[in-house]
Structures are given as structure tokens and as C-alpha cells.
């Protein structure tokens, strides 16, 4: 199993420059999330789905759009980049049961808007 | 809504010694779960060890143990003989066990471990 990948792993847009970040799980998992980390900052949740065609938002959604149209597959798309999304993506997944279940995190994207 | 504070921005230790990270968390729930997770150079976010909320029993994994005090709403990390490969951001977390199991973090803690 891959886990969860992520490409690309940097970019660098200008301001008002469109793109999509890819985010792919292998697990089956049910849930996937979208978190971003600024530097020196812990992360923030962007958008999350529970399942495939459900996506919810979260903390920190604005200037951004998800999709899920299947299990495997949680695009995030940036439109009109701004200065402020500079950051570090990070998709993660897991399988929705109590208990002991882990979100595994993908290795991330390191996006620059110039 | 849930919130997590780490009250220590850096923190230092020398090798072979035991370092403790604070976090305290804020929330309503009584259902839920903690973690602290580790962030390298490499970025990779790497689970260290997790607390459920109902078990009183602090959680170990090796060399890495909690303190959790769930009336202070309290949860710390005791590294023991600390090594050169613990050096890393060490993130803090809370997960609600009722509907998308969403991840609230801290701000984090940069450990430094002096040989």
C-alpha cells in the first residue's frame, strides 16, 4: 500500500494563477481531510469528506473547493491564489470506526503565491 | 468549539534526559479522544501516541508516556532518554469521537535535543 500521496510536492504560483492539488488514498478509507499549516502554526482543517459526492467545511475554507466523486480520490482546488494560501497542504484519511483508528497523513505540498 | 494550546513554543533537552511538553485543551464533550503527533525536517506527521478520553490509565509507548488529566483538561508528553532523532515540531491534538472524527491541533513545540 502507498498510504496517502500527494502531488506535487512544491509549487509556485502567482497571484490570481488557478490549481489542484491531488490527494490519493489506497486504504478504502471513508474519511478524508484537507488541513493546512503555516509556518510556525499547527494545522487547520480546510474541508473534510465523509464519503464519496459528501464534502463538509472547515475551520478555514475560503478560496478553496473540494470535490469527491470517488473513495480514492480528494481533490482540493485553489482558485484566484492569494499571498495568504501560501502554505503547507496536507491530506489525510481514515476509516471511520470508534475507537483506535488513525488519520494517516500524506507528506504534503509546499505551495508558494508570489 | 474545541481548542488546543501549547503553551511552550520551544523547548530543549539534553540527550538521555526526560522532557515534558505541555497542551491543554478546551471542550464541552466527554467523548473524545487526544494525541500527540511529531513533525520532523521532513515534514511527515507521525502519530506518537493517542489517550481516550474514558480511560483513566495514561498511555506509553516506550519511551514516550502521557499525563492526562481530564478535570484539568490537561494532557502532557514525557520523552525519556531522549535522543538525537526526537528533535522535532510535537503537535498536540484533539479528535471528537461524534461525527467526522475532525483533528483540532496546537501550535506546537520545538523540540531541541543538545548532545
Known amino acids: 500500500n502507498a498510504g496517502v500521496t500527494q502531488t506535487p510536492k512544491f509549487r509556485i504560483l502567482k497571484i490570481g494563477q488557478s490549481m489542484t492539488l491531488q490527494c490519493t488514498q489506497d486504504?478504502?478509507?471513508?474519511?478524508m481531510y484537507w488541513y493546512r499549516q503555516d509556518p510556525g502554526m499547527g494545522l487547520k482543517l480546510i474541508y473534510y469528506?465523509?464519503?464519496?459526492?459528501?464534502?463538509d467545511k472547515g475551520e478555514v475554507p475560503n478560496g478553496y473547493n473540494v470535490s469527491r466523486s470517488t473513495t480514492e480520490d480528494f481533490p482540493l482546488r485553489l482558485e484566484l491564489a492569494a499571498p495568504s494560501q501560501t502554505s503547507v497542504y496536507f491530506c489525510?484519511?481514515?476509516?471511520?470506526?470508534?475507537?483506535?483508528?488513525?488519520?494517516?497523513f500524506g507528506p504534503g505540498t509546499r505551495l508558494t503565491v508570489l | 468549539a474545541q481548542t488546543v494550546t501549547q503553551s511552550q513554543p520551544e523547548m530543549s533537552v539534553q540527550e538521555a534526559e526526560t522532557v515534558t511538553l505541555s497542551c491543554t485543551y478546551d471542550t464541552s464533550e466527554s467523548d473524545y479522544y487526544l494525541f500527540w503527533y511529531k513533525q520532523p525536517p521532513s515534514r511527515q506527521m507521525i502519530l506518537v501516541i493517542r489517550?481516550?478520553?474514558?480511560?483513566?490509565q495514561n498511555a506509553t509507548e516506550n519511551r514516550f508516556s502521557v499525563n492526562f488529566q481530564k478535570a484539568a483538561k490537561s494532557f502532557s508528553l514525557k520523552i525519556s532518554d531522549s535522543q538525537l532523532g526526537d528533535a522535532a515540531m510535537y503537535f498536540c491534538?484533539?479528535?471528537?469521537?461524534?461525527?467526522?472524527?475532525?483533528?483540532?491541533f496546537g501550535q506546537g513545540t520545538r523540540l531541541t535535543i543538545n548532545p
Open positions: 486504504m478504502n478509507h471513508n474519511y
Open positions: 491534538a484533539y479528535r471528537s469521537e461524534v461525527g467526522a472524527q475532525k483533528l483540532v
Open positions: 489517550q481516550e478520553a474514558y480511560k483513566q
Open positions: 469528506s465523509v464519503g464519496a459526492g459528501i464534502t
Open positions: 489525510a484519511s481514515s476509516y471511520r470506526q470508534r475507537g483506535n483508528n488513525e488519520q494517516f
